[in-house]
């Protein structure tokens, strides 16, 4: 089981901001192409450029999944 | 070296921050601060446009550790006695500021170069997001700057 958390303009285009999953792939990069693989909206949204980050730390798509880790999905940071 | 992270609504007096900041350290010979303030336009789609507020978001967990971690790389290359970073969250109106960093050190140089640094690097890896309130009541997320990404590359050369 995995914690998946969408921000900013992400969440608003998935129009949901986190979600639990039973069962998850094994890579960080499988997860986003099966996410990015639900639908119109959700194909949209990972054609930009989205951030990845697993267990607050930014993470590449090779980042293996373990079972309670926390995925952060984001577009590129406007802060300052 | 003395650390303050912290990432709040309310606002910062960056005054009081800094005699915190340096108070009971005699090393400390200069502070550089760095103020960043709600701008009243903004570039949209390639024309000015005014904006009358930001809404800022975080990731709450994530954002602290980073800037914990933008703190250490900057406290690795120059020599530090205190940094302070506070970013505000939340609803922001014209004029407010932002965000507010301070770099003390022993002498200018480092205290300047280090707050350029954890600024230019904050721009880029700190997991925020602004939205910006235009006067007619739309609202729109505010794109990344390829210039940011080029003021933060230029350091790790």
């Known amino acids: ?80 | 070296m003395k650390v303050h992270i912290a990432v709040q609504e309310a606002p910062f007096d960056a005054a009081a921050e800094q005699a915190r900041l340096c108070a009971g350290d005699p090393n400390i010979g200069a502070v550089a601060s760095f103020v960043g303030l709600v701008r009243g336009h903004n570039r949209v789609e390639g024309q000015e446009a005014e904006v009358s507020t930001l809404t800022l978001e975080h990731y709450p967990g994530m954002t602290e550790k980073a800037l914990g971690r933008i703190v250490d790389a900057a406290a690795e290359r120059w020599p530090l006695q205190g940094v302070t970073v506070i970013h505000r969250v939340g609803e922001l109106r014209l004029g407010e500021p932002i965000v507010l960093v301070l770099a003390a050190s022993a002498h200018r140089q480092a205290a300047f170069e280090a707050c350029q640094f954890i600024m230019d690097i904050l721009k880029t890896e700190a997991p925020f997001w602004k939205k910006e309130r235009l006067p007619d009541g739309s609202e729109r997320w505010v794109d990344a700057r390829e210039s940011d990404g080029e003021a933060a590359a230029r350091w790790l050369r």
């Not at chain 1, 089981?1 to 608003?12: G, K």
Request: hydrophobic content about 45%.
């Open chain 1, 1 to 80: 089981m995995i914690q998946v958390r969408y921000f900013a303009r992400l969440r608003d285009q998935l129009g949901t901001a986190a979600e639990t999953l039973d069962d998850h792939p094994s890579t960080l990069g499988e997860l986003a192409e099966r996410l990015a693989a639900r639908g119109e909206a959700w194909a949209e949204a990972f054609a930009g450029p989205v951030l990845m980050a697993v267990n607050h730390e930014m993470a590449g798509p090779d980042t293996v999944l373990h079972d309670g880790d926390e995925v952060g999905f984001f577009p590129p940071v406007t802060g300052g």
